[in-house]
């Protein structure tokens, strides 16, 4: 468990948008994690099995923590993110995204504009 605000003090409202979690690869916005044990705790964590990419408070205020891997029927993974996500991803965070699966990426400027998510937001997650 943790806590994370922005730097303005606004508490994140959920995980979602500062975190994602593939097999390889986890995307995570730690600088909004304010206490820095709880954010060590988190960091190592995410690393035991992962290549860790850190965004920034600006790239997660543009949904870059907003994504989702999944698979489909033939087992080829993707990484499911908006327009904006991918923009605002460097290159090279993608290079190491990319080692859990491609990316497929849609407008969804509606959606983050009045909806206030985005892409990971909008999909239901079944195992």
Do not use: P
Not at 5 to 30: D, F, L, P, Q, R
Not at 64 to 76: A, D, I, P, Y
Not at 89 to 117: A, H, M
């Amino acid at each position: 468990m943790f806590h994370a605000h922005t730097g303005e003090g606004k508490e994140i409202y959920h995980t979602n948008v500062m975190i994602a979690i593939g097999e390889k690869t986890a995307i995570v916005c730690s600088e909004v994690i304010r206490e820095k044990e709880e954010r060590k705790r988190v960091l190592d964590q995410l690393s035991i099995n992962r290549k860790v990419i850190e965004i920034t408070e600006e790239q997660m205020n543009h949904f870059c923590g907003n994504l989702l891997l999944v698979k489909n029927r033939e087992g080829k993974k993707f990484w499911v993110m908006s327009d904006q996500a991918n923009r605002f991803i460097s290159e090279e965070q993608k290079q190491i995204l990319i080692t859990d699966g491609e990316f497929l990426f849609s407008n969804l400027d509606t959606i983050e504009q009045v909806g206030g998510g985005s892409a990971r937001c909008m999909i239901a997650e079944i195992f």
